[in-house]
């Protein structure tokens, strides 16, 4: 069991324990008086019976987590509770004024919207206008009014509450999934923005190079440089994308744009004339530059272009014109506009796209030079306001605060004749101060006190406690409950509860003391038990959910950490091949372009047709759409070897009845072993066999060339990969030297049953 899963369990056992005591203590203390007033073994029998009911009722029922309190049997329920609650008042009609709480919180669990509200008001003032038919005294009449509205609010929060952290802890991986969706957002905007114009840039390059081969070589060459410098700085993108690290800078893409233009036959002129830009606004700008020109070679026919860039101000524009206005004159053209909007509005920035009269088309972007400070990664992930449970936790425990002080203060009007106006007043402003100490800091799950404040804390609390009662005489005129729970909220946990106890046990002296009986100490004690025990739960159940909501922020987190390292792993085997394979052809391009032109231009071919795949592969890996095939990715390693001149042998049983997720894993290690041979090692024979058993599927990529670096098992990151793919499907995988001088990979994959048949 994790740490948070013991806390959860934990949480639940403590809310029911809790919840037992303090409905415990209700019906106890209603027995008590059933005893006292009227003990004939029949009405003894008879009462407990009744309270045993709802004390069923209450904690089977209307209590239990997941209980489905909207179905019928929750209705008859409530009948039940109802009859249990007004038909005894017929015997006892002073004894079971304390019940009608339960019927008034079970009310609020089982109905529905406004109608639960109005049943528990009318529950809580029929308890005293039937009172009032034999109690006279109106104070009497309003602590029964307010002493069952209390109390029907203790039993629907301790009763709610359980289930609040219960809801929480189900669906807190559902309230993750925004953030992951966030995440998946932001990599295919930065996919598309980056590695969507490097792609389109080769494919560009390579259509003219392989046009230039032959009659212009020369300038054919340096085509073919320049490709091998976009591909390269691909590879780094790819890394940048995965990191989030990437910041791009400004110079370099107007270099490009330039030089991307000229190569497409577009007349270019660039006039830059601003002042030093933050890093975010010169990424944005350099981004929408990007994408201004990809999209201007994608969409339009071109033969001229204007790129400008100024700001003196706090402000910095780009404008992009080019007599080229695209057959689709909206402003949207694709996700680019928008991802480019997105990124310019982030930082406070807007940006235009529009078409002229006059068949010129404007991408017009405008920055703050110095944008506010960005917003913490992990805090978009994070819904905004407090949740629900956390809300209602809070204006529960106010209310069932406030609600105990106004019974002590209602109780003490029956004293008022004694004491006096200005024995009320001294009552009035101890329970003030009292609870104010529990609003603002004992019941605060976001306060925390030392040891030295949280004796200062208790020692004011005592004095509004006992000085009233030393003054006046008068047990009732304090809510010595709230020091108990205080004290076992505040102190170390051993001392708590001591302390919980013994101001508990002091409230029999006191109580003695002043002269009541051994019926109303009994009271006294329950109170003072159940106050304080009710200031304790509500207070850690309330700090409970308030960390189960910061567990939900940061699964929230995990699930976008997760999902970022999902997309480095799915980049590195996908995108991480092709590149290596352009830059890899491209350098023998070069090579053979003065030599053999023919046989250049094929390889310009295949490189086209990569870095198409390629372009693909970026919407796919965006998307989470891409799916390898093991056939063309055998057939594509057999091509990218031959072209290095390695010799190789291929051996492949039939795989057609592998599953999907078989073959996917297979063509990803295949893509990844042969990428890590051209890149590491000086190799002239290559072998990969792939062998099926009913069982067991094994694929072996073996090769004779050494790597410098001694053969270590991990080949960067995409060994690593590899490995969490292959035992992701209960297989092994592993690579290092063999005996006979070769170096080989091999993965080892069961098969299930359905796939061996």
């Known amino acids: 069991m994790t740490q948070r899963q013991e806390r959860s369990s934990v949480s639940r056992r403590l809310a029911y324990f809790v919840i037992s005591v303090v409905f415990a203590d209700y019906l106890l203390d209603s027995f008590l008086d059933v005893v006292t007033v009227s003990a004939t073994p029949a009405r003894i029998v008879g009462s407990l019976a009744c309270l045993l009911a709802i004390g069923y009722l209450q904690l089977r029922v209307f209590s239990r987590p997941g209980a489905d309190l909207r179905s019928g049997k929750a209705y008859l329920a409530l009948g039940a509770m109802a009859a249990l609650v007004y038909g005894p008042l017929l015997f006892f009609p002073v004894e079971w004024t304390g019940m009608h709480g339960f019927l008034a919180g079970s009310a609020l669990l089982v109905l529905p919207g406004r109608i639960r509200w109005l049943v528990y008001g009318a529950v809580a003032l029929s308890n005293g206008l039937i009172q009032a038919w034999s109690v006279e005294d109106t104070s009497t009449q309003v602590y029964y009014v307010i002493s069952s509205l209390v109390a029907g609010l203790v039993v629907y929060g301790l009763s709610r ?231 209602f936790a809070q204006v529960l425990f106010t209310t069932v605060v406030i609600g105990y002080g106004l019974m002590s203060l209602s109780q003490v009007a029956f004293d008022f004749p004694r004491i006096g106006l200005s024995g009320m007043s001294i009552a009035v402003l101890a329970t003030a101060i009292e609870l104010a100490l529990v609003l603002t800091l004992v019941g605060r799950p976001q306060v925390r006190l030392d040891l030295m404040s949280s004796l200062a804390v208790l020692a004011a609390m005592a004095g509004c406690v006992y000085v009233p009662v030393w003054m006046y005489g008068n047990a009732l005129i304090s809510v010595p409950g709230f020091l108990a729970g205080s004290a076992a909220l505040l102190l170390p946990r051993p001392y708590g509860w001591s302390g919980f106890i013994a101001i508990a046990a002091g409230q029999y002296f006191v109580w003695t003391a002043t002269g009541f009986s051994a019926s109303w100490v009994a009271y006294g004690l329950i109170a003072v038990t159940n106050h304080g025990l009710v200031l304790y739960a509500l207070t850690r159940l309330r700090s409970m959910v308030t960390e189960l909501h910061e567990a939900r922020e940061e699964l929230a987190t995990s699930a976008v950490a997760q999902e970022r390292l999902r997309f480095a792993r799915d980049l590195h085997d996908l995108l991480g091949y092709s590149l290596s394979a352009i830059t890899l052809k491209s350098e023998l391009t070069h090579r053979l372009a003065a030599v053999d032109p023919d046989r250049a231009r094929q390889e310009l071919t295949e490189v086209l047709e990569i870095s198409r795949q390629a372009l693909a592969d970026v919407r796919s890996v965006a998307l989470s759409y891409r799916e390898l095939s093991f056939d063309e990715e055998s057939r594509s390693a057999q091509a990218l070897l031959s072209a290095a001149d390695i010799e190789v042998t291929v051996r492949i049983d039939s795989c057609d009845h592998l599953p999907g997720e078989v073959r996917v894993t297979l063509a990803t290690v295949l893509r990844e072993g042969v990428t890590n041979l051209l890149r590491h090692s000086k190799a002239e024979h290559c072998e990969i066999v792939l062998a099926c058993s009913p069982h067991l599927v094994t694929m072996d990529v073996v090769n004779d060339g050494i790597p410098a670096t001694e053969r270590r098992t991990g080949d960067g990151s995409g060994i690593g990969n590899l490995t969490t793919r292959v035992r992701a499907l209960g297989g092994d995988l592993r690579a290092g030297p063999t005996s006979g001088q070769t170096y080989r990979l091999r993965a080892e994959i069961p098969l299930p049953l359905r796939a061996s048949r």
């Open 161 to 391: 509450l359980p289930s609040q952290v219960k809801q929480l802890e189900t669906v807190r991986s559902e309230l993750a999934s925004p953030a992951v969706s966030q995440e998946r957002l932001r990599f295919a905007r930065d996919l598309h923005d980056l590695l969507g114009f490097s792609l389109s840039a080769i494919t560009l390059k390579v259509e003219l190079a392989r046009k230039l081969l032959g009659a212009h070589t020369e300038r054919a060459m340096r085509e073919l440089a320049e490709i091998l410098g976009i591909a390269r700085q691909a590879l780094t993108d790819v890394r940048a994308v995965a990191s989030s690290y990437r910041e791009l800078s400004l110079d370099d893409e107007i270099d490009s744009a330039r030089s991307v233009l000229t190569a497409a036959g577009v007349a270019t002129t660039i006039e830059t004339d601003h002042q030093e830009l933050s890093p975010r606004s010169r990424t944005v700008l350099a981004t929408v530059l990007r994408e201004g020109v990809t999209n201007l070679l994608r969409h339009s026919e071109a033969t001229r272009c204007t790129i400008t860039i100024s700001g003196s101000g706090p402000a910095a524009s780009l404008d992009i014109v080019n007599d080229g206005a695209p057959a689709e004159s909206g402003a949207d053209q694709g996700s680019g506009l928008t991802n480019l909007t997105t990124r310019a509005t982030a930082i406070s920035g807007s940006l235009l796209a529009q078409t002229s009269p006059d068949g010129t088309y404007r991408l017009h972007a405008e920055v703050p030079v110095e944008p506010a400070s960005e917003e913490p990664a992990d805090s978009r992930a994070r819904p905004a306001g407090r949740p629900m449970a956390t809300r």
